[in-house]
């Protein structure tokens, strides 16, 4: 056996061993696998800016870097699913200690060695073998993970409705970093093979591979090295060289995404700020895109995540969002070139003949159907690990259908008439508005407007009858708390969030303007709204247009009042309860405890949690304007969760919201388990664990009918 010249207590390796003359020609083929690289990198760069509006993205460093180190070093959004986050996790970690022990290895040999600086000795040394080994060895058990998951375990996340998508790519991919590693470890176990070094087990897994080579003589054991050795250099070099060429590029895209996620509030969508001057409205070609909408589907990893829990899908929907991604990415890798040609053509003076597309965008590259199945619950953008933005292209693509080309469903214009002519989707009179409150001593702001809080009733509270009993059951919990509060009456509007989010940005802002205007009129700083959806327009949309306020939403207030014993629960309500999310509260809004926190307050009442729950709740089926069309695809969403409360064993569902109240009572009856559960708003849970109904006189006027109403809401 050969002995290496180190002694003991000065550990260490020979960087080039058995290939001392290779250098140069190293030096060489690394140069030419760089150079491809920075072309493949160039010639995407060139794609992205080719097409998309601008857009500013470099605001607040500080909190972008934050977010970079969060997301892209420390990979934390990829954890939030386990096996494929251990899994990435192992090659990721891995391949960048391996690159890392690389980098400092070339550093040695090159520079601090000759200069008389050798920090690869002694103990250090060894610890360096072990880590290398430890790395290299968890990227090859990600590479066997990601090869089981994919090619054998096959989730449906990972296709399209039990149809795989893996793609060539994907398998070159997981070869050259399995072949990486493998031809790495059996260089290093050649090497301690024929040096025998007395330290090698701290190197554990080459020395392990070692053992197969005994019995060959040196001199085979070195050609076989250098064999080696050259084919682990191509392929590692191959894998440079490909990084823009393949899904690898996403090192480099989803990175970028991480630096330019939105920093604008969940569920944001940009308002359209001239409507007086635009020539188009809305996102119907690639071009009505910012240039980060387009690059976002170039960071997308098609891992499947966000299909994997949309509503939409998972009910038999036509959309995927990993699909509509996919599918602009596509429509963009084809139209991209035919834009820089003609750019290129026409020189930097010119005005370039932008041929038109062969297809539209909407309509043809994105089905009508996907358009308008996507519930706007945010599932997608919230488990996303690459950051993507899905949901503001579905609005801009609705936008562009029904402000430009007046091509959306019946049922939704319908709900837009009305919602033009009465200010809600009903259609009830508008002089209706207030007639729920007309027996419960509520003043107008009209009649006094000093008061602490308004409350924004919505047109649910107002106009639906089951909406109403909420209504009335929030107001008697303010009035019992001694709270300030008042209420628009006939001057309140409908907040428009299903005309935003369904399209109509025309009419939303119009109806946005006017609440504002009444609203500042009686100079209104503290609002509470029972519906989430006017909770998150009124808090997050209405600033655009002047509308500053502090809003609360009635689980917030209630959870205070408890908290400060401003109202006391003492009569039980029993039974087993629980409690669904509204997206609109919860991953909108990350309003998720005190809604429990509530209910956990009230006697005698059992909390249990459905399978779906907080930042990974099933949608009720109502959001981005699906509260008033018609499910004619596929199961009903409303359905799917009814059967979730089934299985948790509840018998109440509780909810914090007007729309998952309807989409839960319709839910429960096509189950056929009215008998057995029924659903009810937290107030009127609160309201009847108050016990105060029959102990308190009778607000004047205040019927027994809808006293009794009241009671069997709760």
């Known amino acids: 056996m050969e002995h290496t010249t180190f002694s003991v207590g000065n550990e260490g390796r020979q960087v080039f061993w058995n290939a001392e003359y290779f250098e140069l020609i190293l030096f060489l083929f690394t140069a030419v696998a760089l150079v491809i690289f920075a072309?493949?990198?160039?010639?995407?760069?060139?794609?992205?800016?080719?097409?998309?509006?601008?857009?500013?993205?470099?605001?607040?460093?500080?909190?972008?870097?934050?977010?970079?180190?969060?997301?892209?070093?420390?990979?934390?959004?990829?954890?939030?699913?386990?096996?494929?986050?251990?899994?990435?996790?192992?090659?990721?970690?891995?391949?960048?200690?391996?690159?890392?022990?690389?980098?400092?290895?070339?550093?040695?040999?090159?520079?601090?060695?000759?200069?008389?600086?050798?920090?690869?000795?002694?103990?250090?040394?060894?610890?360096?073998?072990?880590?290398?080994?430890?790395?290299?060895?968890?990227?090859?058990?990600?590479?066997?993970?990601?090869?089981?998951?994919?090619?054998?375990?096959?989730?449906?996340?990972?296709?399209?409705?039990?149809?795989?998508?893996?793609?060539?790519?994907?398998?070159?991919?997981?070869?050259?970093?399995?072949?990486?590693?493998?031809?790495?470890?059996?260089?290093?176990?050649?090497?301690?093979?024929?040096?025998?070094p007395s330290w090698g087990h701290w190197s554990f897994v080459g020395w392990i591979i070692s053992k197969a080579f005994v019995g060959i003589d040196h001199g085979t054991a070195r050609i076989l090295h250098k064999v080696m050795w050259w084919t682990h250099t191509f392929i590692a070099l191959g894998f440079i060289a490909y990084i823009p060429y393949s899904r690898l590029l996403h090192i480099i895209t989803t990175s970028a995404n991480y630096f330019m996620s939105t920093l604008k509030p969940v569920g944001y969508v940009e308002p359209i700020a001239d409507f007086e001057n635009a020539e188009s409205f809305g996102m119907g070609q690639l071009e009505d895109f910012t240039w980060k909408q387009i690059f976002d589907s170039d960071a997308c990893t098609r891992c499947g995540r966000c299909q994997d829990g949309c509503p939409a899908y998972l009910t038999g929907k036509p959309l995927s969002p990993k699909k509509l991604v996919q599918d602009l990415k596509t429509y963009w890798l084809e139209r991209a070139p035919k834009v820089m040609a003609a750019k290129k053509a026409a020189g930097p003076e010119g005005e370039p003949e932008i041929p038109e597309p062969e297809k539209a965008m909407v309509g043809e590259v994105i089905d009508l159907h996907e358009l308008w199945a996507c519930t706007n619950c945010m599932y997608c953008m919230e488990v996303c690990p690459a950051s993507i933005e899905h949901v503001p292209k579905i609005v801009g693509m609705r936008q562009y259908k029904v402000l430009m080309e007046a091509d959306f469903a019946p049922e939704l214009q319908l709900t837009y008439r009305n919602m033009e002519n009465n200010s809600n989707p009903w259609g009830i009179g508008a002089h209706m508005r207030a007639d729920w409150a007309k027996d419960l001593g509520i003043k107008t702001l009209a009649e006094d407007g000093n008061v602490e809080y308004l409350y924004y009733v919505g047109c649910a509270g107002s106009f639906d009858d089951r909406g109403k009993k909420v209504a009335i059951a929030f107001a008697k919990i303010l009035k019992a708390a001694g709270i300030n509060f008042g209420i628009l009456g006939t001057e309140e509007g409908c907040c428009g969030d299903s005309a935003m989010r369904g399209g109509n940005e025309y009419l939303y802002q119009t109806l946005a303007q006017m609440n504002i205007e009444a609203m500042n009129g009686y100079g209104v700083k503290k609002i509470i709204t029972t519906c989430p959806h006017g909770y998150n327009a009124l808090k997050k949309d209405y600033p655009h247009f002047g509308g500053n306020f502090e809003v609360y939403h009635h689980t917030e207030i209630i959870a205070d009042l408890i908290a400060k014993g401003r109202i006391n629960l003492k009569k039980p309500v029993d039974g087993v309860f629980t409690y669904h999310d509204s997206c609109f509260l919860g991953r909108y809004n990350q309003i998720y405890d005190q809604p429990r926190n509530v209910l956990k307050a009230v006697p005698g009442l059992k909390l249990t949690e459905m399978k779906n729950n907080h930042t990974k709740s099933f949608c009720c089926g109502a959001g981005g304007a699906r509260m008033w069309m018609e499910e004619d695809i596929g199961e009903r969403i409303n359905d799917v969760r009814t059967d979730q409360a089934i299985e948790a064993k509840a018998d109440h569902i509780a909810v914090g919201c007007p729309f998952c109240l309807t989409m839960m009572v319709d839910g429960i009856k096509d189950r056929e388990m009215s008998e057995k559960m029924d659903a009810a708003d937290i107030a009127e849970i609160v309201w009847k664990a108050m016990g105060i109904e029959e102990a308190q006189p009778e607000p004047e006027g205040e019927s027994k009918e809808e006293e009794k109403g009241g009671e069997a809401a709760s």
């Open 39 to 196: 072309y493949g990198v160039y010639r995407r760069w060139q794609m992205w800016k080719a097409m998309g509006k601008p857009e500013i993205r470099t605001d607040n460093m500080g909190e972008r870097i934050k977010i970079l180190l969060r997301d892209g070093l420390l990979q934390l959004k990829t954890f939030k699913d386990i096996y494929p986050g251990i899994m990435h996790a192992f090659i990721f970690f891995g391949f960048f200690v391996l690159i890392f022990g690389a980098a400092f290895d070339a550093t040695e040999f090159h520079i601090t060695e000759p200069l008389g600086w050798a920090f690869l000795r002694g103990n250090f040394y060894l610890v360096f073998s072990l880590l290398m080994d430890l790395f290299g060895l968890l990227v090859l058990i990600g590479v066997l993970m990601a090869l089981d998951r994919r090619y054998l375990q096959k989730p449906d996340r990972l296709g399209y409705r039990g149809k795989p998508d893996n793609k060539p790519d994907d398998a070159i991919v997981l070869l050259l970093i399995g072949g990486i590693i493998i031809t790495g470890f059996i260089i290093e176990a050649l090497r301690l093979y024929v040096t025998n």
